[in-house]
């Protein structure tokens, strides 16, 4: 586990699958993915063109650069995978804590020299109790006097089955080439 921390929050990452396990609140030490005894994640997924594998769950996470508000995970395809899913790339995930929110970057990298099909989703399991309203490119969650607001202009953002969804699907990235996505996740 890699926790980061600032003066107003603490989160704590699993390097395993680089899902985000605690969102904590310096101020009060409450852990807002907290739900009772059960504790939510930040879930990833990344997967190729009508694909079932998760790569984000198949291959290793391996953490590339490490500070006290900041880490970064880098997952690389292997041969194994390579077999089922024909493409070279490396994918960055970073989370970084900058004031009151968490800066979700995932940079993907196509190795490879043909474009590359690929589906991006983080998804948020949203806790009893939690008023949501959908907003253009955010997604705001409230209790008593506390909200959480996910946020991006690259992922499409919805609300399904008691989840946030955060995707980016059926997307294509050139041969040789790389793109950056960001999602914020802010405590106010």
């Known amino acids: 586990m890699q926790t980061i921390e600032s003066s107003i929050l603490r989160a704590a990452i699993d390097e395993k699958d680089a899902q985000l396990v605690n969102f904590v ?5 409450i852990d807002y993915f907290k739900d009772g005894d059960s504790q939510k994640k ?3 997924a990344f997967i ?9 769950e198949l291959l290793p ?21 390579y077999k089922r899913f024909p493409y070279h ?6 989370y970084i804590l900058e004031g009151n929110r968490v800066v979700i970057k995932y940079y993907l990298k196509n190795n490879s020299h043909k474009e590359m ?16 309203s959908e907003n253009v490119n955010e997604i705001e969650l409230s209790k008593k006097d506390v909200t959480i607001k996910l946020a991006s202009t690259n ?25 950056e996505l960001t999602l914020t996740l802010t405590l106010s």
């Open 89 to 94: 790339f490396e994918a960055i995930l970073s």
């Open 117 to 132: 099909p690929f589906s991006v989703l983080f998804t948020l399991p949203i806790s009893n109790g939690w008023t949501e």
């Open 42 to 44: 930040l879930g990833i």
């Open 61 to 81: 996470w391996t953490v590339v650069d490490k500070g006290d508000a900041r880490v970064s995970l880098a997952l690389i395809d292997d041969s194994a995978s």
């Open 25 to 29: 609140s310096q101020h009060d030490q």
């Open 155 to 179: 992922f499409d953002l919805a609300i399904r089955n008691k989840q946030i969804v955060a995707m980016l699907e059926k997307a294509r990235l050139d041969g040789d080439s790389d793109v």
């Open 48 to 56: 190729g063109d009508d694909q079932s594998e998760n790569w984000a």
